[in-house]
C-alpha cells in the first residue's frame, strides 16, 4: 500500500489528496480527513475530528509503508478500496473530538456531539443525531431521524425514528467475544431507555419501550413496553411486560 503526506488545505488542517470536499464546508483545528472521504456541501468538522480513519486492519499496512521521513499524523492510504470510502452528507456537524473510521456512510443532516466513535463500515440514514459520547461499533446500521447515545455493539440493526440510548450488547459466551454474532435489532420507532441493556440477537418491536435500568435478553414484542429485569408477558393484557425487581423509580420513568 503506497502512502503519501496529505495536503494542509489550513492551518493543522490535513486533507487527503484522495478526499473530496463540497462547498461551504467549515473545518475547525486539527483535522485529519483521510482517504477517499466525501464531505457534503455545508457541513462543519469541529477541532480535532478525524474522518476516513483507518481501521484495525488498514493502520498497520500503513505503518509497515513509513520509513519514518513523513510525520505519522499526515499519512494517509491512496489506494483504500471503494468500499472503505467515507461519506458525511451535507449540512452534517461533527463536533470537537470525534472519530469517523473508514467506510461509514451517514445522510444528511448529522449532529454528532462532542467524543463521539463511529466504527468502521457502519451506515446511517438522514438526519441522526448522536449524544455526547456515543460508541457506534462496526458494521451496525441505522435508519433515518435515530437518537443514540450509549453503545451500539457491532452489526446492530436500527430502524427508523429509534432512539437508543443505552447498551445494545452481544452475548459472550464462554469468555469468547461475541462480536461475529448478530447485534441487536430495533425495529421503527422503538426506544431503549437510558442504562438500561438489550443482550445479544434479540428484536425490539415496532414501538417497543424499554424502561431506563431494564436488562433484556429475550424479544420484546411491538408496542410492549419493558421494565426491570427477567421480562415476562403479562397475560390477559395488551403487550405489558413488567420485569423482576423492577423499581418504583424505574417505571416513573415512563
Not at 12 to 24: K, L, M, P
Not at 138 to 159: H, P
Request: glycine letters at 12%; aromatic letters at 6%.
Amino acid at each position: 500500500m503506497s502512502v503519501t503526506a496529505m495536503v494542509e488545505i489550513l492551518p493543522t488542517v490535513f486533507v487527503s489528496r484522495e478526499a473530496r470536499v463540497g462547498n461551504s464546508v467549515h473545518f475547525g483545528r486539527n483535522v485529519r480527513i483521510w482517504g477517499p472521504t466525501f464531505i457534503g456541501a455545508g457541513s462543519v468538522i469541529e477541532d480535532n475530528v478525524q474522518v476516513g480513519h483507518p481501521s484495525p486492519t488498514q493502520f498497520p499496512i500503513l505503518q509497515a509503508e513509513v520509513n519514518g521521513s513523513v510525520p505519522p499524523q499526515s499519512i494517509d492510504a491512496l489506494n483504500y478500496s471503494l468500499d472503505s470510502q467515507t461519506v458525511i452528507g451535507a449540512g452534517s456537524i461533527i463536533r470537537s473530538g470525534s472519530v469517523i473510521y473508514s467506510g461509514v456512510r451517514t445522510g444528511p443532516g448529522l449532529d454528532c456531539a462532542h467524543n463521539v466513535v463511529i466504527r468502521e463500515n457502519c451506515t446511517l440514514g438522514q438526519n441522526c443525531y448522536l449524544r455526547v459520547g456515543a460508541n457506534i461499533l462496526k458494521e451496525a446500521t441505522v435508519g433515518d431521524n435515530a437518537r443514540i447515545s450509549g453503545v451500539v455493539c457491532d452489526k446492530s440493526q436500527l430502524g427508523t425514528n429509534v432512539s437508543s440510548l443505552g447498551y445494545l450488547l452481544h452475548y459472550y459466551r464462554n469468555g469468547k467475544g461475541g462480536s461475529s454474532d448478530p447485534g441487536p435489532v430495533l425495529k421503527d420507532f422503538a426506544v431503549v431507555g437510558r442504562a438500561a441493556c438489550v443482550i445479544g440477537a434479540v428484536t425490539i418491536g415496532e414501538r417497543a419501550y424499554v424502561g431506563a435500568g431494564a436488562v433484556v435478553t429475550a424479544d420484546v414484542p411491538p408496542h410492549a413496553l419493558v421494565v426491570g429485569q427477567n421480562s415476562r408477558v403479562m397475560p390477559g393484557k395488551s403487550p405489558l411486560i413488567i420485569l423482576q425487581d423492577a423499581s418504583i423509580d424505574e417505571i416513573a420513568e415512563f
